[in-house]
């Protein structure tokens, strides 16, 4: 089992709409957990980090759900520019490690 | 301020030939990492560093070595390149501590291997 888990899509979805994306882990003693951007043929950017009680930023709200192990990220009303491949991020618990693992990504397509 | 930068961003290399790719960061960051990018398998980890003179293996590490002599350097060398390893490899840096801590990434190194 892959340690982190998105299912590819892609997902088109019309302006305006909410899209949400789920993201699984396999490691119950993950401590840290991110959602980043990549645009194509760009490096990934950190669109938010995923707290224990849930946050948000605008359009923007990410979940977790330690008991289950995924993350979630939700975005309303979307937009043309929000085009482009979301990445679950995890770090495993193990101590003085601190690796980033990548999910494969999932494609959002925003159509107008 | 520069970030991450990576050197060079495009390259193609015969099969047997040798390079080394620099990252380089200005952050000073104690974590640093190198990742690779192929179609269809996400980010995959070749190796990282958790401080200067210190280098780990990651999730694909065979066929690449690594050396980090200053904190703000980390080398990627393949020593005997081979059409495996056809894709776009990304540095990153983190502060490594505490939770929640951001990985930036450089700009990416497109190798082609023939």
């Known amino acids: 089992r892959k340690e982190v888990e998105q299912d590819p899509g892609p997902f088109n979805v019309p302006e305006g709409a909410t899209v949400a994306f789920n993201c699984t882990y396999s490691n119950s003693a993950s401590q840290s957990f991110f959602w980043y951007r990549q645009d194509c043929r760009k490096e990934p950017k950190l669109l938010m980090s995923?707290?224990?009680s849930g946050n948000e930023d605008g359009r923007f709200t990410a979940q977790l759900n330690r008991a289950s192990q995924y993350i979630s990220l939700l975005i309303r009303d979307s937009k043309l520019s929000d085009s482009a491949t979301y990445l679950c991020v995890v770090i495993p618990g193990s101590p003085g490690t601190y690796k980033y693992i990548f999910g494969t990504g999932t494609r959002l397509k925003v159509l107008a | 301020n520069a970030g991450v930068t990576q050197t060079p961003k495009f390259r193609v290399l015969k099969t047997g030939q040798s390079m080394t790719l620099l990252c380089a960061q200005d952050m000073n960051h104690e974590y640093m990492y190198w990742y690779r990018q192929d179609p269809g398998m996400g980010l995959r980890l070749i190796h990282y560093?958790?401080?200067?003179?210190?280098?780990a293996k990651g999730e694909v590490p065979d066929g690449y070595n690594v050396s980090r002599l200053k904190k703000q350097n980390f080398l990627l060398g393949l020593e005997s390149a081979a059409p495996s390893q056809t894709s776009v490899y990304f540095c990153?840096?983190?502060?490594?501590?505490?939770?929640?801590?951001?990985?930036?990434f450089g700009q990416g190194t497109r190798l082609t291997v023939v």
């Open positions: 560093s958790v401080g200067e003179g210190t280098t």
């Open positions: 995923v707290y224990s």
């Open positions: 990153a840096s983190s502060y490594g501590r505490g939770l929640n801590t951001e990985a930036f």
